[in-house]
């Protein structure tokens, strides 16, 4: 299941998979959230769903409106790998009763009210391509 490192690999991937309607995306803003996302993953791969379109990474963010810093951790597996209804399975299979609706291809997992609004603001601006990247070097 690769990793992806490179900020600039990270914010291609999520950008295209948060503007498309091909990858499932599930994000968290905290330590128990990422752990929930790991056990997804082996629940998939248990319940057979193939891995190699897997792809997981951990953002370190800093949203420049109003200098807050947060670390986000992404998910995201290809649809046609993975169905709604198999996906609510998993998803129950680990704990969490949350389902994606109808139309909804984007979970936010954990987190209280403002670190749930904070990575809605940092999906929205990966969404708009609104997202850049800076490097120690660049500085």
């Known amino acids: 299941m690769p990793e992806l490192r490179d900020p600039e690999k990270q914010i291609k ?15 968290s803003p905290t330590l ?3 752990t929930k996302l790991v ?24 949203n420049t409106d109003n200098a807050s810093e947060m670390n986000t951790s992404f998910f995201t597996v290809p649809k046609k790998s993975l169905t709604r209804k ?3 399975a ?16 984007l979970l936010v997992m954990g987190g209280d009210e403002e670190q749930l ?5 940092l999906v929205e601006q990966i969404r708009a391509g609104r997202v850049q990247i800076f490097t120690p070097e660049a500085n």
């Open 32 to 34: 128990r959230g990422h």
């Open 86 to 88: 198999h996906l609510t």
């Open 117 to 121: 609004e904070r990575t809605m603001k």
């Open 39 to 62: 056990m997804l993953s082996f629940q998939l791969l248990a319940d057979g769903c193939p891995g190699d379109g897997f792809r997981y990474g951990v953002l370190h963010w800093v």
């Open 90 to 105: 998993a998803l129950r299979q680990i704990g969490i009763e949350t389902a994606p609706g109808p139309e909804q291809d």
């Open 13 to 27: 991937h999520l950008q295209a998979a948060v503007n498309g309607k091909r990858r499932w995306c599930l994000f």
